[in-house]
């Protein structure tokens, strides 16, 4: 809409006056918040803008070719786009706490970062896709001491240790405002709506120590669960858009099964779906049973090593979202 439309022209304008023909580096991550900083900073400088993807092998299916389709191909921005998966695969090895492993993953994106960063020796600039929530959050984090549940880790939390300055566009907006400025600015509709997605991505959702194997399977599981959930609609809405969070878990745990006329023994996933407004408390959703049973067939007939699916339906609390 036109005040939008107005408002990309201001913030344009401010990030022009800000950077000069300084160059500025952004870790984009897919998600919401350093999309649309990436699209907003991309019209005010162009190519004076180099997106860093990290691919640290724990994203969803095919997320890896989505960014490079919508940032470099559509968008035709400077994208770097690193596979570290090896790397990551290799720090997590042997590791199956679920706060170690956040650490490992944290730490690793910031290494890869820094890798990066040091190569583009004209950057003066780091920009982030901080919001204003995460501005208040931040500053209620200092004063408070927490108990911290779960350490997050996200694109945001990058060091001062790159000696570059900080170019945060998005301080000042809400969510939706947020949203609204990346449809403004011609993101993709199903990215502007996507279910938050984790730092640690699948990293959390494979219980206990990591391998690509597991990682592979639930990726697949996981397509088809958000598959059938965008196809599946009530009064007019689909149960993607229904629900605030859905996404399949991978169980280190074999069960017996029958396939044919032989016996199997395969792995287990959980499909997890919850309704919250906050994310800090949140009900599992009452998927419709038909979703269930059709996501149930077609896991186990499409993903060769998994045998068995149940479905979540712990709240939060005393469950929290993520199982790690
Ligand atoms: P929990 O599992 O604590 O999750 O109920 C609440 C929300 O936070 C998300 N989450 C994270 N987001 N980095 C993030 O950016 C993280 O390390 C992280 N851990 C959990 C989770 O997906 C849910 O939306």
Redesign the pocket.
Known sequence: NWVMGDYVEEAVARIREQVGDEEVILGLSGGVDSSVAAALIHRAIGDKLICVFVDNGLLRLDEGKQVVNTFQTHMGMKLIHVDATERFMTALAGVSDPEAK?KIIGREFVHVFQEEAGKLKQAKWLAQGTIYPDVIESAGAKTKKATT??S???VGGLPDTLHLKLLEPLRELFKDEVRALGLALGLPRDMIFRH?F???GLG?RILGEVKHEYADLLRRADAIFIEELRNTYHEGKSWYELTS?AFTVFLPVKSVGVMGDGRTYEWVVSLRAVQTSD?MTAHWAHLPYELLGRTSNRIINEVRGINRVVYDISG?PPA???WE
């Open positions: 956040r549940i779960k997050h880790h996200n938050p984790p730092g640690p959390v969070q994310f939060k929290t979202i993520e």
